[in-house]
């Protein structure tokens, strides 16, 4: 089982910038791709951007050039910086992992993060 523990959301002016972060903790040894995924009301959850265990990453078309992910893997961390924040960025963004065991994938989500952007 792999735990997520995300921080760093809150309310920002649009332009402004914030920074998630994600901590896994648990039986991660075999945790491969991380990343965020967020869900407006209303809306799908979708994805943000992920990045896998060696560092290549994959955004969103709405992310991309706006946002950065990265990954501390002895920390076992997943940073989200966002810049340019607009309000159509408003969400809960969620913590994502998934880990590889004897050919079976297994997802998991964290609690997620608030993020409101004021216009």
């Known amino acids: 089982q792999v735990q997520l523990a995300e921080s760093g959301g809150g309310l920002v002016q649009a332009g402004g910038s914030l920074r998630l972060s994600c901590a896994a903790s648990g039986t991660i040894s075999s945790v491969t791709t991380m990343g965020w995924y967020r869900q407006a009301p209303g809306k799908q959850r979708e994805l943000v951007a992920l990045?896998?265990?060696?560092?290549?990453?994959n955004y969103a078309d709405s992310a991309r050039g706006r946002f950065t992910i990265s990954r501390d893997n002895a920390k076992n961390i997943v940073y989200l910086q966002m810049n340019s924040l607009k309000p159509e960025d408003t969400a809960v963004y969620y913590c994502y992992a998934e880990d590889l065991n004897w050919g079976f994938r297994t997802k998991y989500w964290g609690q997620g993060t608030q993020v409101s952007v004021s216009s």
């Open positions: 990045i896998t265990s060696s560092g290549t990453s």
